[in-house]
């Protein structure tokens, strides 16, 4: 008689089944990165931070016969060394900076870059611990700002926005840099501009080959928003504007760009202090959007094509509401007040929602009225800190259609760093400075928790 095979009972094999099943999905949650690591933003796919250990950056043509250039180096550590230097060029500069401090490194005039032209001498920032970098380029006394992203925050796709200008001695202009690596870039353009010897139109595309810390610098005639920027490799990228002159004095406007990836859907913007003219935001899609907007109570829903720029107004004290089905880019731009109460222009970065931090800090520049905007949930404003003092005596303004408030506070001159912090919710921080015929904005750098 031949022996039979063991056969499982139909109810075991199920089971059976079913531990497979389980035992894959562990599998594949072992191998999930750590939630630390992960976006909260669910429709990005990196993650964007101001603290890193290295940085790379330019200076961009401006309409100044002279200009200063520097770097503003914050410190989370005791004791962390950082070095600034400037590829292939003989500059090389060793610093300390400690916790809480701010240090200053000024750059030779030489380091700005003019023309549409490829360039080597690209600012590199390095430190042994975590820092934040903040770049000023300074024309007569009329500072521009930038928050520095690390090498490690850096992208492959971004979309340029440049804002327009009638003056006549103004070009929008990018600079797109590589780090350590030969690297492969595309310009599909949209607008007008130069590149070698003709003039580069919509619908063009421009491949760029880069050596480790090279960069270069295009011009356009005309508004060059909508441009699109591939590489094989992260790069960083400048935007602005050579000269902007539309209601002050001209002035030289950059930032330096967030990648796609990056991206967020939610995105509220406090109206800036004292102002009296319409701002503008600009807002970008990479593929097919609806965005909502929404000024005050009024709201207004509006569907983008890739590529789309969005140009929208903020008027003075009334906040704005962005929000949609996929991740845009925010871009706001202060066009300058007019006289008597003059400030000058600037670009800057609106931090996304899913992006907002529990810890801050922010660099006040000298000469100015400094002033902190914050975007708060409406149940956790009473346990913000700032500089170790609970925040009191300000008025909270609600954000229409959200669960946010909005407030600005006024911040002590003799202090050049500030840290501000909440225990347990995130918030927003922006950080803004107005004087005679100048202004500046950025973001506030976001510290994590130990």
């Known amino acids: 008689m031949g022996r039979r095979g063991f056969a499982f009972p139909p109810d075991f094999k199920q089971v059976l089944f079913i531990f497979s099943q389980v035992f894959f999905l562990l599998g594949l949650f072992w191998f999930l990165p750590p939630a630390s690591a992960q976006r909260t933003n669910t429709t990005g796919t990196c993650q964007t931070e101001t603290l890193g250990r290295e940085f790379i950056t330019s200076y961009m043509d401006d309409c100044g016969n002279s200009s200063q250039f520097e770097v503003q180096i914050t410190g989370y550590f005791a004791f962390t060394s950082v070095s600034v230097s400037i590829s292939n060029y003989q500059f090389d500069k060793k610093i300390m900076v400690n916790w809480g401090e701010m240090v200053r490194v000024s750059l030779p005039e030489s380091v700005g870059i003019k023309g549409t032209t490829n360039f080597s001498n690209v600012v590199l920032v390095k430190a042994d611990k975590d820092i934040s ?3 000023v380029s300074n024309k007569h006394v009329s500072p521009e700002t930038t928050v520095l992203y690390p090498v490690s925050s850096l992208g492959n796709e971004h979309y340029i926005v440049t804002p327009s200008t009638e003056s006549l001695d103004s070009y929008p202009a990018f600079s797109v840099m590589t780090y350590q690596e030969p690297n492969s870039v595309e310009v599909h353009v949209k607008g007008k501009l130069h590149y070698l010897i003709q003039d580069n139109s919509t619908g063009s595309r421009l491949t760029i080959k880069l050596h480790a810390f090279q960069g270069i610098q295009f011009q356009g005639i005309g508004d060059l928003s909508g441009t699109r920027i591939v590489s094989e490799k992260p790069v960083a990228i400048l935007v602005g504007q050579r000269c902007f002159c539309n209601n002050t004095k001209c002035n030289h406007v950059f930032e330096q760009l967030l990648p796609v990836c990056s991206w967020g ?3 509220i913007v406090p109206p800036l202090p004292r102002q009296k003219v319409d701002e503008i935001v600009y807002i970008t899609a990479s593929r097919n959007t609806t965005v909502l907007y929404q000024l005050g109570e009024q709201a207004e829903t509006v569907t983008l094509a890739e590529g789309s720029v969005l140009q929208r107004p903020v008027k003075p004290w009334i906040p704005v509401y962005i929000s949609a089905n996929v991740g845009i880019q925010v871009v706001f731009y202060s066009v300058g007040a007019p006289l008597p109460n003059s400030s000058h222009a600037f ?6 929602v899913a992006s907002y931090c529990q810890m801050y800090s922010i660099n006040a520049q000298e000469g100015f009225e400094n002033f902190a905007l914050m975007v708060a949930n409406t149940s956790e404003t009473g346990a913000i800190i700032l500089d170790n003092q609970p925040v009191r005596n300000v008025v909270w303004n609600r954000v229409p259609g959200t669960e946010f408030v909005w407030s600005m506070r006024t911040l002590a001159p003799a202090i050049r760093s500030h ?9 927003a921080l922006l950080s803004v400075s107005t004087a005679a015929m100048d202004s500046y904005g950025i973001p506030g750098s976001c510290r994590k928790s130990e």
């Not at 670009?347 to 996304?352: A, S, T």
């Open 133 to 135: 970098v903040v770049s």
């Open 265 to 267: 859907t939610k995105y």
């Open 347 to 352: 670009l800057m970065n609106v931090p996304d």
């Open 419 to 427: 840290a501000v912090e909440h225990p347990s919710s995130p918030f």
